[in-house]
T-cell receptor
Framework: QKEVEQNSGPLSVPEGAIASLNCTYSDRGSQSFFWYRQYSGKSPELIMFIYSNGDKEDGRFTAQLNKASQYVSLLIRDSQPSDSATYLCAVLGSNFGNEKLTFGTGTRLTIIP | DAGVTQSPTHLIKTRGQQVTLRCSPKSGHDTVSWYQQALGQGPQFIFQYYEEEERQRGNFPDRFSGHQFPNYSSELNVNALLLGDSALYLC????????????FGSGTRLTVV
């Protein structure tokens, strides 16, 4: 089982619709979760992080965390063509001494005008 | 406020050669992590440096080595290059524990021929 799993896509969403990106993780003790956006040929850019169960909203982005199900998601409302990118889910290790981010393979999102 | 700076941006090397990649962390950050990202994959953790010591290491051979200097800048060295080492190498910096996520540099694209 991979430590962090994402559907690689591609995920196609019409402009103006809601894009939903999902991620599961294997380390039940993980406490911190991150979503990065990566445009083709560029480096990852942090969008949001979430620590607590429930929802966290930032503009058009909402991160959702369910630790019992070991599931984290990212919703993008009113999707724009500029949102077309690969979205990486990352999880912070739970053990002292394991302080690294582990990334999923990413989900490629395409917003269709 | 300078972000994470990496050099060079692109590099072409021949199999068997050695390469050194450089990274200057974001101002105020003291921890540097290196990642390898192959095409279509998520970033893979190589190692992390804190207080000039390797704090954690991923599943990479000893051909990959690094260093952190007193000013927190870092180098990644790869010896005996293989074709499979061709990838985007990302440097990420953070302050202490990665509670707020990493800031990534723009990366070094290494091509081994």
């Amino acid at each position: 089982q991979k430590e962090v799993e994402q559907n690689s896509g591609p995920l196609s969403v019409p402009e103006g619709a809601i894009a939903s990106l999902n991620c599961t993780y294997s380390d039940r003790g993980s406490q911190s979760f991150f979503w990065y956006r990566q445009y083709s040929g560029k480096s990852p850019e942090l969008i949001m992080f979430i620590y607590s169960n429930g929802d966290k909203e930032d503009g058009r982005f909402t991160a959702q965390l369910n630790k019992a199900s070991q599931y984290v998601s990212l919703l993008i409302r009113d999707s724009q063509p500029s949102d077309s990118a690969t979205y990486l889910c990352a999880v912070l290790g739970s053990n002292f001494g394991n302080e690294k981010l582990t990334f999923g393979t990413g989900t490629r999102l395409t917003i269709i005008p | 406020d300078a972000g994470v700076t990496q050099s060079p941006t692109h590099l072409i090397k021949t199999r068997g050669q050695q390469v050194t990649l450089r990274c200057s962390p974001k101002s105020g950050h003291d921890t540097v992590s290196w990642y390898q990202q192959a095409l279509g994959q998520g970033p893979q953790f190589i190692f992390q440096y804190y207080e000039e010591e390797e704090r954690q290491r991923g599943n990479f051979p000893d051909r990959f080595s690094g260093h952190q200097f007193p000013n927190y800048s870092s180098e990644l060295n790869v010896n005996a290059l293989l074709l499979g080492d061709s990838a985007l190498y990302l440097c990420a910096s953070s302050l202490g524990r990665v509670s707020y996520g990493y800031t990534f540099g723009s990366g070094t694209r290494l091509t081994v021929v």
